[in-house]
């Protein structure tokens, strides 16, 4: 059976710097041998880790049949970021057998801060009366859903790199904020 | 302590109820009620579900809270989570939340109905164009009045004896 493209991309909060790819194909074909992947950035840049010199990662299979690794983590994030991530599954001589490319919002650092905003109001309820600082926090909120949507929606990784932007900004100087 | 899930249900059901009654409160009483009160169970509730989705520390804790948040709203976000339907299927303020009522036309010489929305709840009352059938009971074949409730498909049974006419106006409460 011939091999069906898919994967999936993570990131955790532990690990927010952390990208992790899972190969999810289904089928086989013998003949691939390596993977690539692409990390394309809203402003048109390849984001890659330290110390690559090309624009794409290379996810080498140790086993043909099973594609093996089928887990790649990937240490690129400095911040929030919306990706077109593209693999592709190669044979020995870099042909392009099968490609896919999907967009993913990466929101852990937002969310993760996000979330600690609410633990402050669980030891301190009142903040919830501190119209600036709740209405800060809305803001975050909405940015970190504008971004979802926008990937979810349109796969607009421009509109929702926007977004997680302008949520890193108030993370940045939650001094000013919260 | 209720479960994860179950407050963020709860607090999804809350979040729709509060901002229904935030509007109304807006309306007649100029506003006495926090007018962001479902902006935070929705604020709050997702950074209970992300915390829940990366088990962060404190879960226990924004359970707790998000769970408080719900106020006066929970007995009736329970109720809903518990029946599985719409807020519009509860009577609000007459026959006690919970209580559901359902109606059927069967077709000539039926004797038996379904009641699909009523699937796993307790019939508190039936009648037969208008109409109160005699007993209720949950096992067996009924005779005369009786009928026959079976709460795990919803089916309302009567006596072979006296089928349902045609259009007859079958209805019931369920809780």
Do not use: H
């Not at chain 1, 594609?67 to 994030?77: A, C, G, T, W």
């Not at chain 2, 809903?80 to 036309?105: A, P």
Request: with cysteine; proline share 3%.
């Amino acid at each position: 059976m011939p091999l069906s493209p898919n994967f999936s991309a993570s990131q955790n909060s532990g690990l927010p710097n952390v990208i992790n790819l899972t190969d999810t194909s289904t089928g086989s074909d013998t003949s691939i041998t390596k993977r690539r992947i692409y990390l394309l950035q809203a402003n048109g840049q390849y984001l890659v880790p330290s110390g690559t010199t090309t624009n794409y990662i290379e996810w080498n299979i140790t086993n043909v049949n099973t594609r093996e690794p089928l887990s790649i983590q990937l240490n690129v994030l400095e911040k929030d970021a919306a990706l077109s991530i593209t693999v592709q599954w190669l044979t020995s001589s870099n042909v392009v057998i099968e490609s896919k490319t999907t967009s993913y919002a990466f929101t852990a650092y937002s969310e993760t801060f996000y979330y600690g905003l609410t633990q402050d109001q669980i030891a301190n309820p009142l903040l919830v009366s501190a119209t600036d600082w709740y209405e800060n926090k809305m803001i975050l909120r909405v940015e970190i859903d504008s971004a979802n949507q926008a990937i979810i929606f349109a796969s607009d990784i421009f509109s929702a790199q926007a977004a997680l932007d302008r949520a890193s900004y108030i993370i940045e100087n939650s001094n000013y904020y919260f | 302590m209720a479960s994860n899930s179950t407050v963020i249900s709860l607090a999804e059901i809350s979040q729709y109820l509060w901002n229904d009654t935030i509007s109304k409160e807006s309306v007649f009483f100029n506003g006495t009620i926090d007018p962001r009160k479902a902006i935070q169970l929705y604020m709050e509730r997702k950074a209970f579900e992300y915390g829940v989705a990366q088990s962060l520390e404190n879960i226990d804790g924004t359970n707790n809270y998000v769970y408080a948040m719900c106020g006066a709203k929970l007995k009736q976000a329970n109720v809903i989570l518990d029946n599985g339907f719409s807020g519009g299927d509860v009577i609000v303020g007459g026959g006690g939340f919970g209580v559901r009522e359902y109606s059927k036309f069967p077709s000539a010489g039926q004797t038996s109905v379904v009641f699909q929305e009523a699937i796993g709840a307790t019939i508190l009352y039936a009648s037969r164009g208008s109409l109160d059938v005699g007993a209720f009971i949950t096992s067996g074949t009924p005779i005369g009045n009786q009928v026959l409730w079976d709460s795990a498909t919803g089916i309302l049974t009567v006596a072979s004896t006296v089928p349902f006419v045609n259009d007859e106006f079958v209805r019931i409460l369920v809780k």
